[in-house]
């Protein structure tokens, strides 16, 4: 069965510096992967999604992300953060055979900005 | 476009009590979704739909029944409400065929059953 990993829980990071989440991936085959974004009281912002072709993937708010098949990751990257940032980041796999399986979702990390 | 709406955006129910929680969305989307949200665990499936007429179970679906009379609206009813489904309830919608993978997801109902 497929699954979605987010190792960290919870990550501070202080306004300005650089981050990175980890999404690490179970599937059979390259699935589709997504990043998306939720804050506090909000429903979920596509940040970026990665289906085939160049490995690193541009989103919106300054964000990008890495596929690396070897590592089965997905790794979710901003060079400098703001303080609106900070929100609940969830990534994704769709089956990527077509079809209208729903979305697997990781339990979520939690970004802390600390001023 | 509105986009993916849901309706209430808060609830409390009473053990026991039913209720229906309104989904539409005005992109013509053929596939439509529930999810439900606990903190701690992610997004877990708990309905999806096709087109009209046609419905499938997720990962969670007891407790819950969907119908899709219309391509805009997808209904999710709570029959006997229990404390664990007090949660955040998400729907979403997508375009049909490969490459049409993004969901767009409503803004949620909070549920809280007492």
């Known amino acids: 069965a497929q699954s979605v990993t987010q190792p960290d829980i919870h990550i501070t990071v202080s306004e300005g510096a650089s981050l990175e989440l980890r999404c690490n991936y179970s599937?059979?085959?390259?699935?589709?992967l997504f990043w998306y974004v939720q804050s506090p009281g909000q429903g979920l912002q596509l940040l970026l999604k990665?289906?085939?072709?160049?490995?690193l993937v541009q989103g919106i708010k300054g964000f990008e992300a890495e596929f690396k098949r070897s590592q089965s990751s997905f790794n979710l990257r901003k060079p400098s953060v703001h303080w609106s940032d900070a929100a609940e980041y969830f990534c994704?796999?769709?089956?990527?055979?077509?079809?209208?399986?729903?979305?697997?979702f990781g339990k979520g990390t939690h970004l802390i900005i600390q001023p | 476009n509105a986009g993916v709406t849901q309706t209430p955006k808060f609830r409390i129910l009473k053990i026991g009590q039913s209720m229906t929680l309104q989904c539409a969305q005005d992109m013509n989307h053929n596939y439509m979704y529930w999810y439900r949200q606990d903190p701690g665990m992610g997004l877990k499936l708990i309905y999806y739909s096709v087109g009209a007429g046609i419905t499938d179970k997720g990962e969670v679906p007891n407790g819950y029944n969907v119908s899709r009379s219309t391509t805009e609206d997808f209904p999710l009813r709570l029959e006997l409400a229990a404390p664990s489904q007090t949660s955040v309830y998400f729907c979403?919608?997508?375009?049909?065929?490969?490459?049409?993978?993004?969901?767009?997801f409503g803004p949620g109902t909070r549920l809280l059953v007492l």
């Open positions: 994704a796999l769709s089956y990527s055979g077509g079809g209208a399986d729903g979305l697997t």
């Open positions: 599937y059979g085959a390259t699935p589709y």
């Open positions: 990665y289906f085939s072709g160049d490995t």
């Open positions: 979403a919608s997508r375009n049909r065929g490969q490459g049409s993978e993004t969901q767009y």
